[in-house]
């Protein structure tokens, strides 16, 4: 997929916060093109990060797609990614997560969603 062709990027992700160490860790999915012909899924694993670590991740694994821009080759924001690319990008994270409900994976998997169908 090229940068031209990405419209919108939704990031649904879970929290889980540990009570005992007062750590917070995440996971999230990453669905780029919801509901178009050439959508793909990636599924962040579990990890450490508070706050809005979990978009700032899930967006920096998406421009590693995009090699080739700028946004790959220097630190965009949300909104900044938003206006100079024209992308909608939506994001939500469900907080008070049970541990074993985040995905739990050492690598990020990357799925087609048009093969599926």
Known sequence: MKLSELKTIDIVALGY????????????????????ENCIQLKIPFQYGYELQYLTTSLDEVSKHFKRSKWFKRYMNK???????????TDKITRGCKKRELFHSGEIKKIKLSDNK
Request: avoid cysteine.
């Open 17 to 36: 916060r540990d009570t005992v160490n007062g750590n917070s860790y995440f996971s999230s999915n990453v669905i780029l093109n919801n509901g178009l």
């Open 79 to 89: 909104s900044m990614i938003e206006e100079k690319y024209k992308i909608k990008i």
